[in-house]
């Protein structure tokens, strides 16, 4: 079972990158999806979600910059960043949650990927 981000890397103010959570081991069904991320020296932060009817939701830092979808058929979600501002800055990781039972919860994390953006 596992999460795998890909897709960060170096990117000016101002620009594009668009970042992917594959899955592999389970399917993302039943799954809400998040995107949190985590500057040096902060608190991880939760930036977006999308549950497996497809409702989003958004920090208010990012929204109207970031969009977060999903392609069941890939079992991957994407987190579109546009717009970005150094303050974006951070390792930003993927979170799949699913409430199996009243008390069990089926939680994974992926690695995480860097996204640095310049002034």
């Known amino acids: 079972v596992q999460l795998v981000e890909s897709g960060g890397g170096l990117v000016e103010s101002g620009g594009s990158l668009r970042l992917s959570c594959a899955a592999s081991g389970f399917t993302f069904d039943d799954y809400a999806i998040a995107w949190f991320r985590q500057a040096p020296g902060k608190q991880r932060e939760l930036v977006a979600t999308?549950?497996?009817?497809?409702?989003?939701n958004y920090a208010d830092s990012v929204k109207g910059r970031f969009t977060i979808s999903n392609d069941n058929a890939k079992n991957t979600v994407y987190l579109q960043m546009d717009s970005l501002k150094p303050e974006d800055t951070a390792v930003y990781y993927c979170?799949?949650?699913?409430?199996?039972?009243?008390?069990?919860?089926?939680?994974?994390w992926g690695q995480g990927t860097q996204v640095t953006v310049s002034s």
């Open positions: 999308i549950t497996s009817g497809g409702t989003t």
């Open positions: 979170n799949a949650k699913r409430q199996l039972s009243r008390t069990t919860v089926s939680n994974y």
